[in-house]
């Protein structure tokens, strides 16, 4: 076998070994934009016999609705949508900021965009719904890391250990939100082991250069082993809050 295929073994069976560990429900939700994040997590927890059911909110034509629809044509896995009134937004966004209580723009557009996948994990009888957080954490996601680069793998680290801490506080809001449906918001790839892990893996295998805007090759490529839609693997990142027109609404309110 082949080295980067033995590194790819090795990330498929810790995401498998945390999942198991983290959903018990075998009936869940994933939260869906059609992002190679979202497309794996769908992938293997499909491929280890999960009852899933994809998930995928935002406004009327938004991307993330679009594309999610794309991708799903391949994968034919069952696929809800739930579009956002854009009359009822603001009251909501507003309810939202004041049970959170932070003017953290990300936490407040996060917590909406999962307000709503929550709403429509209830209205289909879920009360598990799963997310890949955590990979843009661990695997060089964001264009920080890009900036990062020519400070050197330190510079790196500082900026996943910050991006890392962030994320974990961040989805404790987004359960306090997710709670006023019964549904549990769960991200195994935010299990203190796999973060363990994550951090041994060479950062050559998550971003080349500061000129890298596609990062995360590792997860690309184990994506494509498992034949994650091509259209998914090669995809550029597009954040939740903007894929969704959120952070463009939200904007508006304030």
Same mark, same amino acid.
């Given at each position: 076998?082949?080295?980067?295929?033995?590194?790819?073994?090795?990330?498929?069976?810790?995401?498998?070994?945390?999942?198991?560990?983290?959903?018990?429900?075998?009936?869940?939700?994933?939260?869906?934009?059609?992002?190679?994040?979202?497309?794996?997590?769908?992938?293997?927890?499909?491929?280890?016999?999960?009852?899933?059911?994809?998930?995928?909110?935002?406004?009327?034509?938004?991307?993330?609705?679009?594309?999610?629809?794309?991708?799903?044509?391949?994968?034919?896995?069952?696929?809800?949508?739930?579009?956002?009134?854009?009359?009822?937004?603001?009251?909501?966004?507003?309810?939202?900021?004041?049970? &959170?209580?932070?003017?953290?723009? !990300?936490?407040?557009?996060?917590?909406? %965009?999962?307000? @709503?996948? +929550? =709403?429509?994990? *209830?209205?289909?009888?879920?009360?598990?719904?799963?997310?890949?957080?955590?990979?843009?954490?661990?695997?060089?996601?964001?264009?920080?890391?890009?900036?990062?680069?020519?400070?050197?793998?330190?510079?790196?680290?500082?900026?996943?250990?910050?991006?890392?801490?962030?994320?974990?506080?961040?989805?404790?809001?987004?359960?306090?939100?997710?709670?006023?449906?019964?549904?549990?918001?769960?991200?195994?790839?935010?299990?203190?082991?796999?973060?363990?892990?994550?951090?041994?893996?060479?950062?050559?295998?998550?971003?080349?250069?500061?000129?890298?805007?596609?990062?995360?090759?590792?997860?690309?490529?184990?994506?494509?082993? &498992?034949?994650?839609?091509?259209? !998914?693997?090669?995809?550029?990142?597009? %954040?939740?809050? @903007?894929? +969704? =027109?959120?952070? *463009?609404?939200?904007?508006?309110?304030?």
């Amino acid at each position: 076998m082949r080295e980067m295929d033995k590194i790819n073994e090795i990330l498929l069976e810790k995401i498998k070994n945390s999942i198991s560990e983290t959903v018990v429900e075998k009936k869940i939700g994933i939260a869906f934009s059609g992002g190679v994040d979202s497309t794996l997590i769908s992938k293997i927890c499909s491929d280890m016999n999960y009852d899933i059911t994809l998930l995928t909110i935002g406004f009327p034509e938004s991307h993330d609705i679009l594309f999610a629809k794309e991708v799903n044509e391949y994968l034919k896995y069952p696929h809800h949508i739930l579009e956002i009134n854009s009359d009822t937004f603001p009251s909501i966004s507003l309810k939202i900021n004041q049970t &959170i209580k932070t003017d953290n723009l !990300s936490w407040n557009e996060n917590c909406i %965009a999962f307000y @709503y996948v +929550s =709403k429509l994990a *209830k209205s289909k009888g879920l009360d598990t719904v799963i997310t890949a957080n955590g990979i843009d954490e661990l695997f060089c996601g964001y264009n920080a890391y890009r900036e990062a680069y020519s400070g050197g793998e330190s510079q790196i680290t500082d900026v996943m250990l910050a991006k890392l801490d962030n994320e974990l506080k961040m989805m404790k809001a987004v359960n306090l939100v997710a709670s006023e449906f019964g549904v549990k918001i769960l991200q195994p790839l935010l299990s203190p082991k796999f973060i363990e892990y994550a951090k041994t893996v060479p950062i050559s295998e998550k971003i080349h250069d500061s000129e890298d805007l596609f990062r995360k090759h590792i997860i690309r490529k184990l994506a494509t082993e &498992i034949n994650v839609p091509e259209i !998914s693997c090669t995809k550029r990142k597009k %954040a939740l809050q @903007y894929g +969704s =027109k959120i952070h *463009k609404a939200l904007l508006k309110t304030r």
